[in-house]
Structure formats: structure tokens, C-alpha cells
């Protein structure tokens, strides 16, 4: 297994994503851009998962050469994302988050099934090859929240730019892989989505990601009003991620032991406590690192589960539409929807509102999950 080279492409992927998620919201709102307006564009962001991974899955699923379409994918994204440095106002800003957005959510479906295709058997391991992203994640958090500090919030875009680079260099170091599955027989994705407890799996984990619309969008924000400093924020920010190396590192024993349907479920559960303290105790540092050590939970522990019951789910030719699917409905159109709503209670509520919705749509994930995901799976 190629770990070094894969490595490097999650290094670099997620370490694009510890520069947009904590810090973008921050520079459209030195933009001048309203808190609908960034709601709006966060689910862009997200929103255009719902489209660019189901294409590139078609496209590799009928013609083969994953590895071709995902280096294709970083190039675009790469090129596109430039035009941000002469966008002005809501709609241009809009057009280079969308175009470049569809490319660079493109990629990372297909990479999933590359790693898994390389992993084979040991397709637990998986986490030990994720958890570079999540190092590249706190590396950028760390760095720019350092950069902020000093130079404010124009430097955001220049490191994402790096980074989209980075994503695409990487991406030519990876081989492909043979489309080896141990699942059975050839099922269409129709015949697989009549399965109740596929529907099942994929509606918690959309109803999960609705959740996590409040927190890409606002925390940063809503730190940043209650008078934490950049440093302060970005640490924040990097410790929940640290936590989630951490966790990353005994995943595939956890997922052995007790099965990714009940680590699905604790990560749900454990949501909705982190978006209670979020909301109702933000101006309480010590509330506010524990609750980003449940980012272990609610991100690391859920996505490796969730992304394990979708490569069992999903076999040998429905597996990179497979991936896709789990990837649009859950970090596409639960994120967009997420964004959009916590976009609109953030401008007529208040943060405690706004993050006490989002643990009601974590709750409802968990309800589905123990209810229709079926239990007599022990992977």
C-alpha cells in the first residue's frame, strides 16, 4: 500500500479545509458580507457536494481511471479558486466558491475508494491513513490563526491557494488501484437504495451534517463576539482536531470491537452535548475545550464509521457512486441545509437558538440510526 503517498493527499486536502472552515466565515465578514450572506455562501460550499461527487463517481464507475479524474478535479480547483483574488461582492465571490468548490469536492470521494481499493482487507486501517488529514488540519489552523494575528484576515485566501496546489501535486504521486470489493455480486445503486437500512444509514448521517451547519459557519464567529483573539480560536480549533488524531489512531480497534453502527450511534449521541455546551456556554474557555475534544466524536469517530458501513454497503461497481452518495447527502445536502439554517436563526434568533436546533437535528440522526440501521450488522 502506497500510505506515504495517500498520506500526503489528506495532508493537503484537510489542511485546505483547516484554512476554509474555521477562518473563511471570518473574511467574508471583514468582506463586509451579513450573516445570511455568509450562511448562504458556506452552503455553497458544501452545497456543491451534492452534484460534483455523484459526476465523478458516474464518470469513474463506467470508465474507470479513478486516479486520472481526481488529479483532473485538484487542477481545476486549483485554477478556478485564483479568481477569488478579483472577486468583489456576494454574486462574484458566489461564482468562484461555486466553481471551484465542485472540483474540490469532486476529488475526495474517488481518493476514498482509491484508499480502501489499496487497503484491501485491513479496510479498518483506513483511519490510519485518514488521520494525516486531520494533522494537516491542525498544522493550518495553527499557522494561520498566527498569520491572522498579525496580518489580518487577507492572508486567508493566499494559504487556501497554496493548499489547492498542494491537493493536486499530491495527487500525482498516487497510484491506482485494482477495483477489488468483498461484497457481494454486482447491485445496481437503484436496487441497493430500496434497502431500508441503507436509507437508514444515509439520513443520519445528512441529519448529522445539518448539525454541524451552525459550527463551519458561526463558531469561529461566535468566539471571536464573545472575546477570544485569533490565537485563541484557531487553538481551539486545532485542539479538537488533535483529540481527533488521537482517537484516529485506535480506530480500527474501536471499530472491531464494537462495530461501526454503535460507534455511529455515540458519535450521534455525543453530538447533541457538544452543540448544547457550544450554545448556552461559549463565554467559558474550559466548557469550550471540552467540547472541541468531542470533535473526536462527532467528526473522527462518526466519519470512520460511516465511510466503513458505505464501502460494505456499496460493492465492487457501485462503489464510487457509493462513496459519492454518502458524500452529497451528508456533507453536501445536510451541510448546505445546515448552513442555510443556522445562516437564517443566527440572523433572527441568537447563537443558543440557533445551536440548540442543531443538536435537535443530531438527536433525530441518532433516532433514525438506532431505529432502521440494521443491528444485526456487527461491521
Known amino acids: 500500500m502506497p500510505y506515504w503517498r495517500l498520506s500526503a493527499f489528506y495532508l493537503c486536502y484537510f489542511g485546505a479545509l483547516g484554512a476554509l472552515v474555521p477562518y473563511w466565515g471570518l473574511y467574508l465578514q471583514d468582506q463586509g458580507l451579513t450573516p445570511l450572506a455568509i450562511g448562504q455562501l458556506m452552503a455553497i460550499l458544501t452545497g456543491t457536494k451534492v452534484v460534483a461527487p455523484n459526476v465523478w463517481g458516474w464518470l469513474a464507475d463506467r470508465g474507470g481511471g479513478q486516479v486520472r479524474l481526481v488529479r483532473l478535479a485538484c487542477l481545476l480547483a486549483a485554477i478556478t479558486f485564483g479568481a477569488v483574488f478579483f ?48 494533522i494537516g488540519f491542525i498544522l493550518t489552523v495553527a499557522i494561520l490563526g498566527w498569520l491572522l494575528q498579525h496580518q489580518g484576515t487577507r492572508v486567508v485566501p493566499w494559504v487556501v491557494t497554496v493548499l489547492f496546489c498542494g491537493i493536486w501535486a499530491a495527487s500525482l504521486l498516487v497510484p491506482n488501484a485494482p477495483q477489488g470489493h468483498q461484497g457481494q455480486g454486482e447491485d445496481s445503486l437503484r436496487r441497493l437504495l430500496r434497502r431500508p437500512e441503507i436509507l437508514a444509514f444515509l439520513a443520519s448521517c445528512l441529519l448529522m451534517q445539518v448539525s454541524h451547519g451552525a459550527y463551519y459557519a458561526f463558531y469561529s464567529i461566535d468566539l471571536k463576539s464573545a472575546g477570544y483573539d485569533p490565537m485563541a480560536v484557531g487553538g481551539l480549533w486545532a485542539w479538537g482536531v488533535f483529540v481527533e488524531v488521537l482517537v484516529f489512531l485506535r480506530m480500527h480497534r474501536l471499530l472491531e470491537r464494537f462495530g461501526a453502527r454503535r460507534v455511529l450511534m455515540t458519535s450521534l449521541a455525543l453530538a447533541v452535548v457538544r452543540w448544547l455546551l457550544i450554545g448556552h456556554l461559549v463565554d467559558l474557555p474550559a466548557v469550550q475545550v471540552l467540547a472541541q475534544a468531542l470533535h473526536a466524536a462527532t467528526f473522527g469517530t462518526f466519519h470512520a464509521s460511516a465511510i466503513h458501513l458505505a464501502h460494505h454497503y456499496f460493492p465492487r461497481r457501485a462503489q464510487g457512486r457509493g462513496q459519492a452518495l454518502y458524500n452529497s447527502l451528508s456533507f453536501g445536502a445536510g451541510g448546505a441545509v445546515g448552513s442555510l439554517l443556522a445562516g437564517w436563526l443566527w440572523t433572527d434568533f441568537d447563537p443558543a437558538t440557533t445551536f440548540g436546533v442543531a443538536a435537535v437535528a443530531a438527536g433525530l440522526g441518532w433516532f433514525v440510526a438506532w431505529v432502521w440501521v440494521d443491528r444485526a450488522r456487527s461491521h
Open 87 to 134: 472577486a468583489r461582492g456576494f454574486w462574484a465571490i458566489a461564482a468562484v466558491m461555486f466553481v471551484a468548490s465542485f472540483f474540490w469536492n469532486a476529488a475526495l470521494p474517488q481518493m476514498e475508494a482509491i484508499t480502501f481499493n489499496h487497503l484491501g482487507p485491513q479496510a479498518s486501517r483506513y483511519a490510519q491513513v485518514r488521520l494525516w488529514g486531520s
